[in-house]
Nanobody, 126 residues
Framework: HVQLVESGGGSVQTGGSLTLSCALSGDTDKSHCMAWFRQAPGKEREAVAS????????YYADSVKGRFSISQDNANNILYLEMSNLKPEDTAMYYC????????????????????WGQGTQVTVS
């Protein structure tokens, strides 16, 4: 089993920046695809960015390309999401997730492939 704990959320003004962190523990060798999802009130959960822990391939939602960057610190089992030029529409609960299967361009944004979910951290942009 994999445990995921997010941190780093908060309130920022439009145009500001935040970096989210996700600490992994447990059977971390089962995490072959890591990602960040988000969910705003009244909206469906959506994929934000993903990274393959094997080769470092990354995938981004069109809405965040050029503004968000996903990265991993394998030595310390930490996943990051650097967010810049934040917009009010980025306001959401952000979740760190992990999948046992490898990432792929065709499935990285599918909720059901992810086996493990954190509790979430709130990001508010105003």
């Amino acid at each position: 089993h994999v445990q995921l704990v997010e941190s780093g959320g908060g309130s920022v003004q439009t145009g500001g920046s935040l970096t989210l962190s996700c600490a992994l523990s447990g059977d971390t060798d089962k995490s072959h695809c890591m990602a960040w999802f988000r969910q705003a009130p009244g909206k469906e959960r959506e994929a934000v960015a993903s990274i393959c822990t094997v080769d470092g391939s990354t995938y981004y939602a069109d809405s965040v390309k050029g503004r968000f960057s996903i990265s991993q610190d394998n030595a310390n089992n930490i996943l990051y999401l650097e967010m810049s030029n934040l917009k009010p529409e980025d306001t959401a609960m952000y979740y760190c997730v992990a999948a046992e299967r490898p990432c792929s361009s065709s499935s990285w944004d599918i909720v059901s492939i992810y086996n493990y979910w954190g509790q979430g951290t709130q990001v508010t942009v105003s």
